[in-house]
């Protein structure tokens, strides 16, 4: 009843929330919109913002108070998917690896997909030959940095990068050697391209490992990627199952679907 005293501002501010979606490069962007927006509106905002045309391949990630991750859904309440309090966190994600991203139309798409990889190097969801690890992250170095130059570049200066989570001072290395001798000249989008070509080609590219168990009981993992289905053991690829009919059909019906049990049990 005493909201019929209220002053306009007041009930406005009722039906508003703020939003932060933090972006592939670590930025912030943070927007008011109203209480039974949907998650399409806010997805639109930030493309928007961002001039991003090949939507499809990206969504929105949050974390909910039980630490559990989940795809904004864009045909429902924002509010009520969330399961609390505002302001709001998110983060702008890939969600559909492209099968090929250095053949993307739009150089936005491609840097992000760049990041977005890249940040799955740093995080150990991309799983590579230490020769394959020090190729990408050299690729890195080349886009941030350009080319060495021994009066900007002292001994050990790829060290201040962190590529992964955890590496040697040999791999370090050899990521300065062939940052100094093999990638002279190129500029960072010829760099950044040469990394997706890479990356693409390894077995855990677009990876996103779900916890499962296999029929044994043994812990597993399992990931839908643009080629097919994989299951992983420890570090690695044990199973892996290609798409019959056409991959995006595939690919996308099962990631929207593959949250909805936290416990899966593989007989393969």
């Not at 093999?182 to 500029?187: A, H, Y």
Request: proline letters at 5%; charged letters at 25%; hydrophobic letters at 35%.
């Amino acid at each position: 009843m005493l909201s019929r005293f209220m002053s306009g501002s007041i009930r406005n501010l009722e039906r508003e929330y703020s939003c932060t979606v933090r972006l592939l490069d670590d930025t912030e962007y943070t927007c008011t919109i109203q209480r039974d927006a949907k998650g399409q509106y806010l997805f639109d905002l930030i493309c928007h913002h961002l001039n991003l045309l090949e939507k499809d391949y990206f969504g929105i990630r949050y974390v909910d108070p039980d630490k559990q991750r989940h795809w904004l859904e864009f045909t429902k309440s924002i509010a009520k998917q969330m399961k609390s309090q505002p302001p709001f966190t998110m983060c702008l994600r890939v969600k559909f690896y492209p099968p090929d991203p250095a053949a993307l139309k739009e150089e936005i798409t491609r840097y992000l997909v760049f990041l977005q990889i890249k940040r799955d190097l740093y995080h150990g969801r991309l799983l590579c030959k230490t020769s394959d690890a020090a190729m990408l992250a050299a690729y890195i170095l080349q886009a941030e940095i350009g080319d060495y130059d021994p009066g900007k570049h002292p001994e050990g200066y790829s060290s201040k990068f962190q590529f992964f989570p955890k590496h040697s001072e040999k791999l370090e290395r050899r990521i300065a050697d062939i940052h100094k001798t093999e990638l002279i000249g190129q500029t960072p989008e010829t760099s950044e391209r040469n990394f997706l070509q890479k990356a693409q080609m390894l077995e855990t590219y677009g990876v996103d490992p779900h916890p499962c168990k296999d029929v044994s009981g043994n812990p597993a993992f399992l990931a839908f990627t643009p080629f097919g289905f994989v299951v992983l053991q420890g570090n690695k690829r044990v199973h892996f199952l290609k798409w019959a009919l056409k991959q995006h059909v595939h690919y996308s019906w099962l990631y929207s679907h593959r949250q909805q049990s936290s416990s899966i049990c593989l007989y393969l």
